[in-house]
């Protein structure tokens, strides 16, 4: 009988295995989260998976434990009667899973480092040609431009692979297709040339944005203005879309503001042009009956310099 449990014990011996690297969705890291259990009981694996080897593991944040902490910490729990085996790396590398390389973490990555490129637009990221790594990849990085030019891009990767105990660096390239999405004011239905907007013809409405398409993304901006072509329901609006507002149009009176040195006169012109505070257009000076151009000051005086 005793010759049969040596023989059995031989067979079936306990072994614990440290992992080289192990994902987690935990900011607490146990020995249960990197280890592999093969013929331990369950009592022994429940005192040594509970075990805590840190806190506080935040998203690209890494921990590496050395060989010999962990044989420190798993020497504790040799059972007196048997024994376990104990198979363990020069390093063990644990980090979130949101770390880890597959084709939605880097999706998700690149799609928020675009994003920041992008004030107020959503941006999302399809993978054309996600590599096909089967080695173990430790760590990524991804050379991210700095303004999105395309709507097709290559992205540069960095990345490390650990083999027998050594870490690697290689480089790979990942071609992904950009979609960005803007949330902007559409008509709530079809509007038509002369109509001047209001805020209850308008409604917020997350869009695909289409490259060279600038759509007006403020409600303000539009309510109180012409149309200058008709739209159909759920359509967004460029700024072409709406009549420009004149502060002056052509053909009204305005005061002609001519300064010289620090004397001011005030003389009665017509416009001979549309335009908004700011544009500098032509107007009749009714001293010599010639056009001069002058700055709008506002919707009734026109400063020649």
Known sequence: MLLIFVALQFIFASEIQIRDITYTGSNVITLNDIANFKDVSSQQKKAIGSVVLAKDLNVGVERAFSKDSLIN????????????????????????????????????????????????????????????IEENIIDW??????????SHLVIPMKYTVRSHGKDIEKSESISIKVKLYQTIPVVKENTF???????????????????????????????????????????AI????????????????????????????????TAKQNGSTGDVIRVNNPMNNRLVFGTINSASEVEVK
């Open 141 to 150: 990085e991804l050379q991210v431009p700095n303004q999105l030019q395309s």
């Open 193 to 235: 040339q002369g109509q001047r907007l209001q805020a209850e013809n308008l409604h917020l409405q997350k869009i695909e944005m289409v490259r060279g398409q600038l759509y007006v993304s403020n409600i303000q901006d539009i309510v109180g203005k012409k149309l200058k072509r008709n739209l159909r329901q759920g359509d």
């Open 73 to 132: 910490i798993l020497k504790k729990y040799q059972p007196k009667n048997g024994r376990i085996t104990f198979v363990i790396p020069e390093v063990a590398t644990v980090k979130r899973v949101e770390d880890r390389f597959n084709k939605e973490n880097v999706e998700n990555k690149i799609a928020v480092d675009l994003a920041k490129t992008q004030s107020g637009v959503e941006v999302k990221v399809e993978t054309v040609n996600f590599p096909d």
């Open 238 to 269: 460029k700024s072409t879309d709406l009549e420009k507002e004149y502060t002056i149009r052509a053909g009204e009176s305005v005061v002609l503001l001519v300064q010289e040195n620090d004397i001011k006169i005030r003389l009665e012109g």
